[in-house]
């Protein structure tokens, strides 16, 4: 790779050149500490079983606004269908490309020199300044973000603003930031029945013709109707299985895996309770487990969220607007603590794909909006 005159740019090259698929720091952590702790910051690693993460911190006054990110990447794919070699950090036309660059490592280097000229401009802001780095967002997510939080939960310490820079813009760098996300949950349902010959039903019971009903009605609830800020939550069948194989076998069970993505007028317990009710309704007998992956979060409109806006009007010329679409983040384990949780970053068109790039005109723009963002805290905590 060519070193890029620019220091943003440079810095996200130096990240992608070092190839931290999840959960493989590849030295991205060491690399963003001796910089931070060059400015100031008090850096504190935290490795969780394999996972490497850490907490920065600067300054001992005022609220605490933290910038949160991840250094890992997924698997670089077939790397005969990269145009460039995906760990090459390789800049063609204007353009970075390379496994990360938009998801997340060009966010992280925006974050670092935004911080660079902002504390050389003000050195002692009127706010606390963090960073929460982990190397486990695209993978299994237990030994990351949220195991950070627990820790600064136990050292007494509470975010008030956080900025996640995961890729938020759709069409336009900054056109929108996500104030919030839908929940998650799935749920494991196997219904029993009893094996027999299908010539002799009245010596079985067939559990897809007890689930049938079940299932026709569950798949129609209206959970909810929606709100100002989310789309109505949705319920869809992932798996569905039942039956030996043979036509003349009645099965004993059918198992069906069913995930809901829902918003913040329903909650995990209105989920369990109308699945539960629906079950006792179609008299199936059953074994039933969920798993949990998030719970839906919402950012207040305050201070923080104004300040992001008039951050991203100052550089782009336009106000972002709010946005609560696309899968869970690591803001789901941010939000729960009373932190405001938004998330900032490039466009999202290109992350997980062959080739996946982002421009350099765009990295730059971010940087000078993460700046604008710190002089726009600078001016409501001072
Ligand atoms: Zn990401």
Redesign the pocket.
């Known amino acids: 790779m060519t070193p890029h005159s620019d220091p943003t740019i440079r810095l996200a090259q130096d990240l992608v050149a070092r190839a931290s698929v999840t959960p493989d720091d590849a030295g991205c952590q060491p690399l963003l500490m001796a910089r931070l702790t060059a400015l100031g910051f008090g850096c504190t690693p935290l490795r969780f079983g394999v996972v490497d993460n850490f907490w920065a911190e600067r300054g001992q006054r005022g609220p605490l606004f933290c910038f949160a990110?991840?250094t890992d990447v997924v698997p670089a794919g077939s790397l005969s269908a990269w145009s460039v070699p995906p760990f090459a950090a390789t800049v063609v036309d204007g353009v970075l490309i390379g496994r990360g660059t938009a998801?997340?490592k060009g966010s992280i280097a925006a974050m670092v020199t935004a911080c660079e000229r902002f504390l050389a401009r003000v050195p002692e802001p009127a706010f606390r300044l963090a960073f929460l780095i982990t190397s486990d967002?695209?993978g299994v997510a237990v030994d990351g973000t949220v195991k950070v939080i627990d820790w600064l939960g136990a050292q007494g310490k509470t975010i008030d603003w956080c900025l996640v820079?995961?890729?938020s813009s759709r069409a336009q760098l900054g056109d929108e930031y996500k104030i919030g996300r839908r929940g998650s949950i799935t749920a494991n349902l196997v219904i029993h029945g009893k094996q027999g010959h299908v010539a002799y039903p009245h010596l079985a019971d067939n559990p897809v013709h007890r689930a049938a009903p079940f299932l026709a009605e569950l798949t129609a609830i209206e959970w909810d109707r929606g709100n100002a800020h989310f789309p109505p939550s949705t319920l869809q069948i992932a798996n569905i299985q039942a039956g030996t194989g043979a036509n003349n076998v009645i099965p004993g069970e059918l198992t069906v895996q069913f995930n809901l993505r829902f918003n913040t007028e329903t909650t995990v317990a209105d989920i369990q309770q109308r699945v539960a009710d629906l079950l006792a309704k179609h008299q199936l007998r059953h074994t039933l487990s969920w798993s949990i992956s998030g719970q839906p979060f919402l950012t207040r409109q305050g201070a923080f969220v104004t300040a992001i806006e008039t951050a991203v009007a100052k550089i782009t010329g336009t106000r972002p607007l709010p946005s609560t679409a696309g899968g869970t983040?690591?803001g789901r384990f941010i939000a729960p603590t009373g932190a405001e949780v938004i998330e900032l970053g490039p466009l999202n068109a290109t992350?997980h794909q062959i080739d996946e790039q982002v421009p350099v005109a765009h990295l730059q723009a971010l940087s000078q909006i993460y700046e604008a963002l710190l002089d726009e805290l600078q001016a409501r905590a001072a």
């Open positions: 990110g991840h998801d997340m967002e695209e820079g995961e890729p983040s690591d992350i």
